[in-house]
C-alpha cells in the first residue's frame, strides 16, 4: 500500500507539518501551544527521517533510529519546557510570553 | 682562563645580598641584615683585591702593555648580526681599578654604617639598597657593551634614588631624590641618543669593535660618521659630545650639578658611597672608556675640559660659602671631578698624551678614599652633634680625637700637601694642564687654592673655633664608625705613593712618570695660603669672616644663592615649559583628545538608543529574524551564488 503514495506526497505532508509549527511558533503567546507547535516543528522532521529511510535507503535503518532518538530527546524537552512553564507561571501568575519582559533592552 | 672561576662572585654577590635581604630582610634579618650585607661586602672585596693582584702582577702584563681580557661575555638580545647587547665582563686598568674601588669604599661604608645606622625602622631595606647600588656600579665598571653599561647606568641612578629618598617621611628627601632622578634622566636622553648614532654609524655596540673601527682612518665606518653631519658639526662629535652630556649629569658638571647638594639630604655613609667615591666619578669612567674615541675629535675633547674647569671653579667659589658641611662637600666632590674631566680632556692636545688620562684616573682613585673619609668624618661629626649646620659645631676636637685626626688627614690629601694622596695625584692633573694648556693651569691653580681654602674653613669651623659646652653625648661612635675612618685615613696617606702610570694609561702601555719637584712649589704655594686664610679667619672665632664677605657684598650673596641655577631652572621649567608647553598640551589634551573620546562614546550612545527596540525581549520576533535571516541566506546560497 506504501508503493501507492510517492515520496513527493509524504514530504509534502511533513512541509505542512513544519510550517504550521512555524506559524503557531510566531503567533501564539500562550506558552504551551508554543511548545505544541515546537513538537509539531519536531515530527515532521521525523517524518523526513523515516520517509528517506524507506523510499532511498530501505536496506538501512539509521533513519528510524534518529526518529528514535529525535522522540525521545522531545520528550526530555517537553518535561523541561514544562518545568519552566511552571516555574514561569508561579513567578508571574501567567503564561503568557508578553507577560515575561524584564530581560529586554 | 684563570679569572673565571671566582670573579663572576664579586658582581654576584652583592645581587644575592640585595634579593635575600630585599625579600626577607624585613622579617627575619632586621637586626643581623648588616652583618649578613657586610660579609658579602668582604669576601666581594678581597676577591676584587685578588684579582687586581693577579691581573696587574701575574697576567695582565705582556711586552709592557696591559691587555683586555674577556672573561665572561653572553649575547643576551642580538637585534641583527652585528648589533647585539651582549652582558659581559671585562678586564682592564680602569675597570680593575674601579672594581677595588667600588667594592673597597663598599665595604668601608656598610661597616660604617653598622654604627651609624643602628636602631633605623628600615634597616634592612638600606642594607639591600645598598647591595643593589654596589651590584648595579660593579656591573657598570665591568661593561663589555655600551648598553650594558647604560643599564647598570639606570641602575645605579635608580638605587641613588631609592637612597637620597631613605628618608621618605622628610618632603625635603622625597624632592632631592626626584631632583636627583630627573636631572639624570634628562641627562641619560643624550647619552641614549649618543647610543643610538653609535649603534647606527658604527653598527656595533661593542666597546672593543666600536673602537677599534672608529679609530681606523679608512674604515667605511670612520669616513661615515665623519662625513655624516649635522647642523655643520660631525656626527662623531655629536655622539660623543651626547654621550659627555650623559657623563655630566651623572657626574654633576655644570650645568646639570643642581641635583648633587640635594642629593645630601640621603643618609650620610650613601652620599659618602655614591655621591663622593663611586657613582658620580660614572662620567669620567664614561669618559675613560670611550677616550680613545674622544681623542679623534677636538671639539669634544674641548668640551670635556672647559665644562670640567668651569664646574671645578665654579664649584669652589659656591663651597666656600656653604653653611652646611655635607653641601660644602658635595661642592668639593664636584669641584674635584671637574678636576678629573679636565684633565682627561687635555690629555688628547698634550704631547705625553697619556699623562692627563692617567693623573685623571689617579686622582679619581685618590679622591674615592679621602673623599669617602670625608663624609664618613662628617657623618660621624652629624652622629655627635645631630645637626648639619656649622654654627652648631665648634671645638670638637676634644669629645671626638679620631674623627678630628682623620678629617685632618683628609683635608690635607684633598688640599694637595705632600705626602699626602691628594698631593701626587693633583700634581699630575697640573703638570699635564702645564703642558698643554696654560689657560686651564691658571685656573685649575686657583681652583687648587680656593680648595684648600674651604676645607680648612670646614675644618676649622668644625673642630676648632668656639667652644661648644655638649652634655650628655653619646661618645664618639662605636669601634665600627672609628675602625672605616682610621682604614680610610692610613689608605689617604698611602695610596698616593702608587706609581700610577705603571699601571693605568690610555693605550695600555707603561711608562715612568718623574717627579717634578720644582714644579710642585707653585701649587703647594697656593694651598699652603688657602690653609694660612682659612686659618686666620676660622682658627678662633672672630669678626674677619663676616666683615670681608660683607666687603665681596653682591658677590658673596651670589655665591652662596648657588649663582641662582636652581631658581633658573625652576623658572625654565615652571614658567616657560609649563606655560609654553604644559598649557597648549593640557588644553589640546581637554579638547582634542579627550572631546575625541567622549564624543565617539556619545554617538554610540546615541545610536544604541535608537535601535535597541530591535531587542523587544519577545522571543517569537527572535524567532521571525531567524528565519528571515535563513530564508535570505538560502535565496543567497540558492539563486545569486
Redesign the interface.
Known amino acids: 500500500m506504501l508503493n501507492e503514495i510517492s515520496i513527493t506526497h509524504i514530504l509534502f505532508v511533513s512541509t505542512a507539518l513544519f510550517f504550521i509549527g512555524v506559524y503557531g511558533l510566531l503567533t501564539r503567546r500562550n506558552l504551551i501551544t508554543i511548545l505544541m507547535s515546537v513538537e509539531l516543528m519536531l515530527n515532521s522532521v521525523n517524518i523526513n527521517f523515516v520517509a528517506f529511510n524507506k523510499y532511498l535507503f530501505p536496506e538501512k535503518m539509521d533513519g528510524i533510529f534518529f526518529s528514535i532518538f529525535i522522540i525521545a530527546i522531545a520528550a526530555a524537552e517537553a518535561a523541561v519546557a514544562i518545568a519552566i512553564i511552571i516555574n514561569l507561571y508561579r513567578s508571574h501568575q501567567s503564561i503568557d510570553v508578553e507577560d515575561a519582559s524584564e530581560m529586554k533592552y | 682562563m684563570p679569572f673565571s672561576s671566582y670573579i663572576l662572585l664579586i658582581p654576584l654577590l652583592p645581587l644575592l645580598g640585595f634579593i635575600v635581604l630585599g625579600l626577607f630582610g624585613k622579617k627575619h634579618f632586621n637586626t643581623s641584615a648588616g652583618n649578613i650585607a657586610t660579609l658579602f661586602l668582604l669576601i666581594s672585596t678581597a676577591l676584587s683585591l685578588y684579582a687586581a693582584y693577579q691581573y696587574f702582577f701575574v697576567i695582565g702584563l705582556t711586552d709592557g702593555r696591559y691587555d683586555t681580557i674577556k672573561v665572561f661575555d653572553y649575547s643576551w638580545l642580538v637585534f641583527t648580526e652585528n648589533i647585539a647587547i651582549n652582558i659581559g665582563f671585562v678586564l682592564d686598568p680602569i675597570s680593575v681599578m674601579m672594581l677595588v674601588v667600588v667594592t673597597f669604599v663598599s665595604f668601608i661604608v656598610h661597616l660604617f654604617s653598622l654604627g651609624y645606622m643602628k636602631g633605623e625602622e628600615r634597616f634592612a631595606t638600606y642594607y639591600a639598597f645598598l647591595q643593589l647600588f654596589t651590584f648595579s656600579m660593579l656591573g657598570l665598571v665591568i661593561s663589555t657593551n655600551i648598553f650594558q653599561i647604560y643599564m647598570f647606568w639606570e641602575l645605579v641612578g635608580v638605587s641613588s634614588y631609592l637612597l637620597i629618598g631613605y628618608y621618605f617621611q622628610k618632603p625635603s628627601a622625597v624632592a632631592a631624590s626626584k631632583k636627583a632622578f630627573i636631572v639624570t634622566r634628562f641627562a641619560d636622553l643624550g647619552f641614549l641618543i649618543g647610543i643610538l648614532i653609535f649603534a647606527f654609524q658604527g653598527n656595533t655596540l661593542e666597546f672593543d669593535v666600536l673602537i677599534a673601527r672608529l679609530t681606523n682612518i679608512q674604515s667605511p665606518e670612520y669616513l661615515s660618521i665623519t662625513s655624516a653631519g649635522f647642523m655643520g658639526v660631525s656626527l662623531l662629535t655629536w655622539a660623543l659630545t651626547l654621550v659627555f652630556i650623559g657623563g655630566a649629569g651623572k657626574s654633576a658638571m655644570f650645568p646639570l650639578h643642581v641635583w648633587l647638594p640635594d642629593a645630601m639630604e640621603g643618609p650620610t655613609p650613601v652620599s659618602a658611597l655614591i655621591h663622593a667615591a663611586t657613582m658620580v666619578v660614572a662620567g669620567v669612567y664614561l669618559v675613560a672608556r670611550l677616550f680613545p674615541l674622544f681623542q679623534l675629535d677636538v671639539i669634544a675633547l674641548n668640551i670635556v675640559t672647559y665644562v670640567g674647569l668651569l664646574s671645578a671653579l665654579f664649584a669652589a667659589i659656591i663651597a666656600c660659602t656653604q653653611t652646611d658641611i655635607k653641601r660644602v662637600l658635595a661642592y668639593s666632590t664636584m669641584s674635584q671631578i671637574g678636576y678629573m674631566m679636565f684633565a682627561l680632556g687635555i690629555s688628547g692636545e698634550s704631547e705625553e698624551m697619556s699623562l692627563g688620562y692617567t693623573a685623571s684616573m689617579f686622582h679619581l682613585f685618590t679622591h674615592a678614599f679621602f673623599k669617602s673619609l670625608l663624609f664618613l668624618g662628617a657623618g660621624a661629626v652629624i652622629h655627635f652633634i645631630h645637626s648639619n649646620e656649622m654654627k652648631d659645631m665648634g671645638g670638637l676636637k676634644k669629645y671626638m680625637p679620631i674623627t678630628h685626626f682623620t678629617f685632618l688627614i683628609a683635608c690635607l690629601a684633598i688640599s694637595g700637601i705632600p705626602p699626602f694622596a691628594g698631593f701626587f695625584s693633583k700634581e699630575e692633573i697640573l703638570l699635564a694642564a702645564y703642558q698643554s694648556n696654560k689657560l686651564v693651569y691658571t685656573v685649575a691653580l686657583i681652583t687648587s687654592g680656593i680648595t684648600a681654602f674651604y676645607m680648612f674653613r670646614l675644618y676649622f669651623s668644625i673642630f676648632w673655633n668656639k667652644e661648644t659646652q655638649i652634655e650628655n653625648h653619646h661618645g664618639e661612635g662605636a669601634w665600627n664608625m672609628k675602625l672605616p675612618l682610621i682604614i680610610l685615613g692610613v689608605c689617604s696617606v698611602l695610596v698616593g705613593f702608587i706609581p700610577f702610570s705603571n699601571f693605568v694609561t690610555a693605550n695600555g702601555e707603561i711608562f715612568d712618570t718623574s717627579f717634578h719637584i720644582l714644579f710642585s712649589i707653585t701649587p703647594i704655594l697656593f694651598a699652603v695660603a688657602g690653609i694660612i686664610i682659612a686659618t686666620w679667619y676660622f682658627r678662633f672665632e672672630n669678626e674677619c669672616p663676616e666683615k670681608h664677605s660683607k666687603k665681596f657684598g653682591a658677590f658673596f650673596k651670589v655665591a652662596k644663592k648657588k649663582f641662582y641655577i636652581d631658581e633658573l631652572y625652576l623658572f625654565i621649567t615652571k614658567k616657560i615649559l609649563f606655560n609654553l608647553i604644559g598649557r597648549p598640551s593640557a588644553w589640546v589634551d581637554k579638547n582634542v583628545i579627550d572631546a575625541g573620546v567622549i564624543g565617539s562614546a556619545r554617538v554610540t550612545g546615541l545610536l544604541s538608543e535608537k535601535i535597541?527596540g530591535v531587542?523587544?525581549?519577545?522571543?517569537?520576533d527572535y524567532?521571525?529574524y531567524f528565519?528571515v535571516g535563513i530564508i535570505s541566506l538560502a535565496i543567497v546560497f540558492l539563486y545569486i551564488w
Open positions: 535597541k531587542q523587544s525581549g519577545k522571543v517569537q524567532t521571525i528565519f
